[in-house]
């Protein structure tokens, strides 16, 4: 099942295609991760895509419909959106947070023991649930974007739209909130989540887009898209590729431009 469709789109500003011609399906179980160097427009995307920013050109669907026809709650109750910049100030506290993941199915009515559980588990997944009763603004950035994840999974939405969700993270919390996001696919739903690390990207989706100047320029499996020429053109640093020693996915790893100096021609010697 098909859940979200983006056609042909674009984004236009101040003379600018900061987006431009992007076809992409999102099908029920997949992970598809957008991969791609700064200002590539991964964001400006995703943003497109969570309805943010109105497209310039082409259309999208969500579970069939035309985005631009459902209302804010509508795309509320389809996808939730984990944005790249997110300040709170305000002290709410982390199980305060999680909760406004469930505004969208509120009706108007307090929130139930249903959604108080709901959000309390979105916490014990994210590993979160010892700062419930702390206020955002006292926890680290790290601790923060977890708590921030848990928001997104309390909203149960088919659909999770995440930018850099692994950004501030230690190793360990990567792959969990790589796992959730994996789980949620695997239990029927999808997720379409930018990231930088091009060997978690490997890791965890079944196909990787690659953003460059507003285009999707790849788009297929890891081992369709990480090749070593296609990463060394649009990141502008040598990419070697080889097989993971202990996955079945590629590994990719990047050279300094310039080797000298850098301890990579101290084991090249070695050797
Ligand atoms: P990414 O997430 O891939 O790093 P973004 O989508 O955030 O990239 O931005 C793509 C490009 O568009 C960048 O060069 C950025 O500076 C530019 N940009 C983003 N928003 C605007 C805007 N409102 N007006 C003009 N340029 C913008
Ligand atoms: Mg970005």
């Known amino acids: ?38 200002g590539a427009g991964k964001s400006t995307l995703l943003s497109l895509l969570a309805g943010d920013l109105p497209p310039t ?11 631009h026809r459902l209302s804010a709650l509508a795309q509320a109750q389809r996808r939730a959106v984990l944005r790249q910049q997110i300040v709170v100030t305000f002290p709410f506290t982390a199980l305060e947070v999680a909760l406004m993941g469930r505004a969208p199915h509120l009706r ?6 249903h959604d108080r559980a709901i959000a309390q588990e979105a916490l014990v997944q994210t590993e979160t649930a010892s700062f419930a009763a ?45 796992h959730l996001a994996r789980r949620a696919a695997d239990q029927g739903g999808a997720a379409l989540i930018v990231l930088h690390d091009v060997n978690l ?16 320029c790849a788009l297929g499996t890891p081992w369709d898209v990480l090749r070593a020429e296609l990463l060394s053109d649009v990141y502008g640093v040598p990419v070697t590729v080889q097989p ?15 080797m000298t100096g850098s301890r990579y021609t101290y084991v090249a010697e070695a050797r």
């Open 1 to 38: 099942m098909t859940l979200l469709v983006a056609q042909d789109i674009g984004y236009h500003i101040n003379g600018r295609w900061l987006v431009q011609s992007v076809s992409l399906t999102l099908s029920a179980g997949e992970v598809v991760a957008l991969v791609g160097p700064n």
């Open 57 to 67: 050109s082409g259309e999208i669907w969500l579970e069939g419909e035309p985005l």
């Open 201 to 216: 990207a490997a890791l965890y989706a079944n196909r990787i887009g690659v953003m460059h100047q507003g285009a999707l």
């Open 134 to 178: 702390r206020p955002l603004p006292t926890l680290s950035g790290g601790e923060q974007a977890r708590v921030q994840m848990a928001r997104v999974l309390a909203q149960t939405t088919p659909i999770l739209l995440l930018d850099e969700p692994t950004a501030a993270l230690d190793l360990r919390h990567q792959h969990r909130v790589l």
């Open 108 to 113: 108007g009515y307090a929130e139930s023991d």
């Open 244 to 258: 993971h020693p202990r996955a079945a996915t590629p590994l990719v790893l990047s050279l300094p431009e310039d």
